[in-house]
């Protein structure tokens, strides 16, 4: 881990995502970007006449798809160029330009929805099954279920154009976080007594540290930077807020949870009941705590000690090539096919491996239908970004298996699912590292880790979804989210989810701020997908390795899917239910299995 990031263009060519496998430079990107100039204009002149015939409504559809296709091409290069380096003036001014197209283009497709739901549905069940219309109709299943909730072609289109400005918000906490902030940062001493920068890449990695000073030191230093920012962090996360809300409210929805919840046919009760299981499991979260506590032999135990190992791993620092190589053999369940086409991406530079000054932090896999299902790293060695590689591997593979599989308008699988095919790949990771290991203290040290995931995916995701539901219903009572209230509320939670393992004295205070530093908070209702995920993941790749017949076949299947059924039957495909509390509860119960056999370890 360098004491500092590098400069973009000291990372060498072989660790950085083939960009140009998409545009070999921008001039073809601007080539490209000149033929969306009159997308407007082509798309308006069918204004009106969708009514006309199943032939004309199939010419409609095909141009908007086509124009779609084209700018979500152009807007993946465009923001994997500025998320290379956040403060380059020229990227984030490209990714600009693409937004206000996009902007543009959707508002001029607005006529779309009201003129299709205009159509007597007697009149639309009936072209559905033409010719022309019958690939189309699961797709256009979507847009009717809306007829309830759309509005006036006028309106639509006035709708259509506040995309650009709601896009300021997340932009906004984008740059603040991972350009702003990061530059004042401080520098601490690391157990080797060398003056390191704290960065947003290097965080994590520092808070697993065993010298308790550094661990403290990381903390304290950037929360304290942290809690400079809450005022414009509030302010930024309320009008998000704001946003959400007007838009369920002139959609006709009763709250933002239940539009949100909408488009992937999931009921609030699925919702409601995820939040409910962990409350009623958060007893074995707390002995986890109280476990940690005692292992670690601390008189108190603060929120700097959460992410430290309790027994230090034996291998701490992974090359690239060795996260590569344990990701591939992990996921060998899957079948050749699989690993092969993982491989085949390792190898065309799907990943950007390694943090750089100005990188967007964290991680994610993006892309679109032609391009490369890339992924956006920040790799620093740890197990836990061996495991974020896994991660973002799972979207990657699930994006490939989907484009290829699906036409253009059924590739793009629901989010409700979006986190299922990446968890897998991380049970089955767990699983290759466990079968390897004969040592009590390494099975103790992953067994450890394993309940790290289930406390930050399943337990601290669910704390994160119950915040963000307390802070929609404080706005939609009218009433305002200042720094005071954010802050409060979420230290409440913290104590709550967290318990009496901790002393919850000045030196934790600074945790009430955390939810200023969230992301996923923009992205309207995420969140629990990771925790409803999780659990997916749990039972799936527990079928998988235990040799249940078809398992792997349902769950390659899935993979291909898409859009091509409702998500939560896509799952049901592969022997999961998310309608019932099932398989959260199943989860949460191998979370307690995995600590009774943590607990049986050490004392050996």
């Known amino acids: 881990m360098p004491d500092e990031p590098k400069n973009r263009e000291e990372i060498a060519p072989e660790a950085k995502w083939n960009v140009e496998a998409l545009y070999d430079s921008d001039a073809d990107w601007e080539e490209d970007f000149s033929k969306t100039a009159f997308f407007r204009e082509s798309i308006e002149k069918w204004s009106g006449r969708l009514d006309e015939s199943p032939e004309t409504f199939k010419t409609v559809v095909e141009e908007m798809l086509s124009q779609h296709r084209l700018l979500e091409k152009l807007f993946v290069y465009a923001n994997m160029k500025k998320d290379e380096d956040l403060g380059n003036s020229?990227?984030?001014?490209?990714?600009?330009?693409?937004?206000?197209?996009?902007?543009?283009?959707?508002?001029?497709?607005?006529?779309?929805?009201?003129?299709?739901l205009a159509i007597p549905e007697d009149t639309m069940n009936s072209w559905q099954e033409t010719t022309e219309l019958k690939p189309y109709r699961t797709w256009l299943q979507d847009t009717l279920r809306?007829?309830?909730?759309?509005?006036?072609?006028?309106?639509?289109?006035?709708?259509?154009?506040?995309?650009?400005?709601?896009?300021?918000?997340?932009?906004?906490?984008?740059?603040?976080?991972?350009?702003?902030?990061?530059?004042?940062?401080?520098?601490?001493?690391?157990?080797?007594?060398?003056?390191?920068?704290?960065?947003?890449?290097?965080?994590?990695?520092?808070?697993?540290?065993?010298?308790?000073?550094?661990?403290?030191?990381?903390?304290?230093?950037?929360?304290?930077?942290?809690?400079?920012?809450?005022?414009t962090?509030?302010?930024?996360?309320?009008?998000?807020?704001?946003?959400?809300?007007?838009?369920?409210?002139?959609?006709?929805?009763?709250?933002?949870?239940?539009?949100?919840?909408?488009?992937?046919?999931?009921?609030?009760?699925?919702?409601?009941?995820?939040?409910?299981?962990?409350?009623?499991?958060?007893?074995?979260?707390h002995r986890y705590f109280q476990l940690r506590k005692d292992v670690l032999g601390l008189d108190s135990a603060h929120m700097y000690d959460v992410n430290v190992p309790i027994v230090p791993e034996s291998k701490a620092d992974y090359n690239w090539d060795e996260a590569v190589d344990l990701t591939l053999e992990a996921v060998a369940p899957l079948g050749s096919e699989y690993v092969d086409a993982l491989t085949q991406g390792f190898k065309n530079r799907w990943v950007d491996r390694y943090e750089n000054k100005g990188k967007r932090s964290g991680a994610y896999s993006g892309g679109s239908y032609d391009?490369?299902?890339?992924?956006?790293?920040?790799?620093?060695?740890?197990?836990?970004?061996?495991?974020?590689?896994?991660?973002?591997?799972?979207?990657?593979?699930?994006?490939?298996?989907?484009?290829?599989?699906?036409?253009?308008?059924?590739?793009?699988?629901?989010?409700?699912?979006?986190?299922?095919?990446?968890t897998t790949n991380e049970m089955l990771l767990i699983d290759l590292l466990l079968r390897r290991m004969n040592d009590d203290r390494d099975i103790a040290y992953l067994l450890d880790y394993l309940l790290g995931k289930f406390r930050s995916t399943l337990m601290r995701q669910t704390m994160f979804?119950?915040?963000?539901?307390?802070?929609?219903?404080?706005?939609?009572?009218?009433?305002?989210?200042?720094?005071?209230?954010?802050?409060?509320?979420?230290?409440?939670?913290?104590?709550?989810?967290?318990?009496d393992s901790f002393t919850w004295s000045n030196e934790d205070d600074p945790i009430a701020a955390e939810w200023s530093r969230i992301p996923h908070l923009y992205y309207n209702f995420y969140v629990y997908k990771y925790a409803t995920g999780l659990s997916?993941?749990?039972?799936?790749?527990?079928?998988?390795?235990?040799?249940?017949?078809?398992?792997?076949?349902?769950?390659?299947?899935?993979?291909?899917?898409?859009?091509?059924?409702?998500p939560l039957e896509l799952l049901k495909?592969?022997?999961?239910?998310?309608?019932?509390?099932?398989?959260?509860?199943?989860a949460l119960s191998k979370m307690e299995d995995t600590l009774k056999e943590l607990e049986e370890v050490l004392q050996r």
């Open 90 to 116: 020229k990227y984030s001014g490209i990714a600009s330009r693409i937004m206000s197209r996009l902007v543009e283009v959707n508002a001029a497709h607005s006529f779309f929805t009201p003129e299709l």
């Open 573 to 586: 495909g592969t022997g999961v239910d998310l309608t019932t509390p099932e398989p959260v509860n199943y």
């Open 233 to 285: 962090k509030a302010a930024l996360l309320e009008g998000q807020v704001k946003s959400n809300i007007f838009r369920a409210r002139t959609r006709k929805f009763n709250s933002a949870l239940e539009a949100s919840l909408f488009k992937d046919r999931v009921n609030i009760s699925v919702y409601d009941s995820l939040i409910k299981s962990v409350h009623d499991n958060l007893p074995v979260l």
């Open 371 to 422: 391009s490369y299902p890339y992924i956006l790293h920040n790799f620093n060695g740890t197990l836990q970004s061996v495991f974020t590689l896994a991660h973002e591997a799972g979207h990657s593979m699930h994006s490939l298996n989907s484009r290829k599989s699906q036409p253009y308008h059924m590739s793009d699988y629901k989010i409700i699912v979006a986190e299922v095919a990446s």
């Open 536 to 566: 997916a993941a749990v039972d799936i790749s527990s079928m998988i390795l235990s040799g249940e017949p078809g398992a792997v076949d349902d769950y390659i299947e899935f993979l291909k899917s898409g859009s091509s059924k409702p």
């Open 146 to 231: 809306y007829r309830s909730h759309t509005l006036s072609r006028k309106e639509e289109k006035l709708l259509a154009k506040t995309g650009e400005i709601v896009s300021g918000f997340s932009s906004a906490f984008g740059k603040l976080s991972n350009v702003d902030m990061p530059a004042r940062y401080p520098k601490i001493r690391n157990e080797n007594g060398k003056s390191v920068k704290i960065t947003n890449g290097n965080f994590s990695a520092l808070l697993q540290k065993k010298d308790r000073r550094v661990r403290k030191d990381t903390f304290i230093g950037f929360y304290n930077e942290v809690k400079g920012n809450v005022a």
């Open 465 to 499: 979804a119950e915040f963000e539901k307390l802070i929609h219903e404080q706005v939609e009572s009218d009433n305002p989210l200042t720094p005071d209230y954010l802050s409060s509320t979420y230290y409440d939670l913290v104590k709550l989810y967290h318990g």
